[in-house]
């Protein structure tokens, strides 16, 4: 062969370059892509969009629940679809911990966009990235960022019409093959939050102030248990007075702890920047929420986000992005499920 015959530095030379481009394969292939799927499944896009407008058609809440699902998988270990995981006997999943019990839902949706895209590319797809997809999917579902295509002017008014997503998912992720009920609790900030915690929280993870009060937008939608707005609506005076009495009638002192109430009492079903008007008005549902407005570091950016949608919405695309990046399973790590809610 032709290397037999090289000089020895020539050999080191050749050793050295092929070393490299080893290297370089593995990092390559451990890079997310939004077309990582092209080839190998081009169905993708249209089968879980498909899938997550069905959902959301029948019932509104599941964008917000399928939205908050990547969030609780994203903060646990990275985005490995570890929370879509039931237990086993050799280990207790994520769904059953307190930040999750009776609250995370959607997972029949994703089963479901699972079962459909096995039938047109089998063993391709992993469920972290049906996970991500469909968050994307959910929030244009209910009115959030999308391409605007530009159709003309009328009464010196130019005309739009929505055209796709607006943010291309990067993709490529794989599943992991266990779950951990004890990470959990650390991960996933609670409702009675302080600003430092949610702050310091969102830090561990790579992700900025300014991300932190991008994705609490996401609160715009969806809705919460009177369990976890109880004792704010009763006992802090950071809050509305009409507001909070307006909460109570659903959520009393003793019992109802089930009752739900919108976070975004103005448009809940409608991903829009009324999130962060309702701050500044003190009417935040959750503490967790309040505290980005109530005098400290993150007051300039809800302000900029209640007055400018638009600042909003490309914040909130950067921040899902970056998210969606955390500590992501690629390359020959862990494996594409055949079912979502068990390992293979």
């Known amino acids: 062969m032709a290397i037999a015959s090289l000089s020895r530095p020539?050999?080191?030379?050749?050793?050295?370059?092929?070393?490299?481009?080893?290297?370089?394969?593995?990092?390559?292939?451990?890079?997310?892509?939004?077309?990582?799927?092209?080839?190998?499944?081009?169905?993708?896009?249209?089968?879980?969009?498909?899938?997550?407008?069905?959902?959301?058609?029948?019932?509104?809440?599941?964008?917000?629940?399928?939205?908050?699902?990547?969030?609780?998988?994203?903060?646990?270990?990275?985005?490995?679809?570890?929370i879509l995981l039931e237990d086993t006997p050799t280990f207790t999943g994520e769904q059953t911990a307190a930040p999750n019990n009776r609250s995370v839902r959607g997972f029949n949706v994703i089963e479901s966009i699972k079962k459909n895209l096995e039938k047109v590319c089998p063993g391709v797809v992993?469920?972290?990235?049906?996970?991500?997809?469909?968050?994307?999917?959910?929030?244009?579902?209910?009115?959030?960022?999308?391409?605007?295509?530009?159709?003309?002017?009328?009464?010196?008014?130019?005309?739009?019409?929505?055209?796709?997503?607006?943010?291309?998912?990067?993709?490529g992720r794989r599943d992991s093959k266990t779950a951990s009920f004890s990470d959990v609790v650390g991960a996933i900030p609670p409702p009675t939050s302080t600003l430092d915690t949610l702050i310091n929280r969102f830090n561990t993870k790579g992700l900025s102030p300014r991300d932190l009060v991008a994705l609490s937008g996401a609160h715009t939608i969806g809705q919460a248990r009177c369990l976890f707005?109880?004792?704010?609506?009763?006992?802090?005076?950071?809050?509305?007075?009409?507001?909070?009495?307006?909460?109570?009638?659903?959520?009393?002192?003793?019992?109802?702890?089930?009752?739900?109430?919108?976070?975004?009492?103005?448009?809940?079903?409608?991903?829009?920047?009324?999130?962060?008007?309702?701050?500044?008005?003190?009417?935040?549902?959750?503490?967790?929420?309040?505290?980005?407005?109530?005098?400290?570091?993150?007051?300039?950016?809800?302000e900029l986000y209640g007055d400018d949608s638009d600042a909003f919405e490309s914040d909130f695309v950067a921040a899902m992005i970056k998210m969606g990046d955390i500590q992501p399973l690629t390359g020959s790590q862990g494996q594409i499920r055949k079912v979502c809610s068990r390992p293979n």
């Open 229 to 302: 707005f109880k004792n704010r609506i009763y006992n802090e005076t950071n809050i509305d007075e009409s507001f909070a009495k307006e909460r109570q009638r659903s959520c009393p002192r003793n019992g109802g702890d089930d009752n739900r109430a919108p976070l975004d009492f103005r448009t809940p079903k409608l991903f829009d920047n009324y999130y962060y008007k309702n701050l500044l008005e003190k009417k935040a549902l959750l503490r967790s929420d309040q505290v980005l407005h109530d005098g400290g570091s993150t007051d300039s950016l809800v």
């Open 126 to 171: 992993s469920c972290a990235d049906i996970l991500t997809l469909s968050a994307r999917d959910s929030v244009v579902a209910l009115g959030g960022p999308s391409w605007k295509v530009k159709l003309g002017r009328r009464d010196s008014k130019t005309l739009f019409q929505l055209g796709g997503p607006s943010w291309k998912v990067k993709l």
């Open 10 to 82: 020539n050999k080191m030379v050749v050793a050295l370059a092929l070393a490299l481009f080893a290297v370089f394969m593995g990092n390559s292939s451990a890079h997310l892509s939004p077309d990582f799927y092209y080839k190998s499944c081009p169905k993708l896009l249209s089968t879980v969009r498909a899938g997550v407008r069905s959902a959301v058609a029948k019932e509104p809440r599941m964008g917000a629940s399928l939205l908050r699902l990547h969030f609780h998988d994203c903060f646990v270990n990275g985005c490995d679809g570890s």
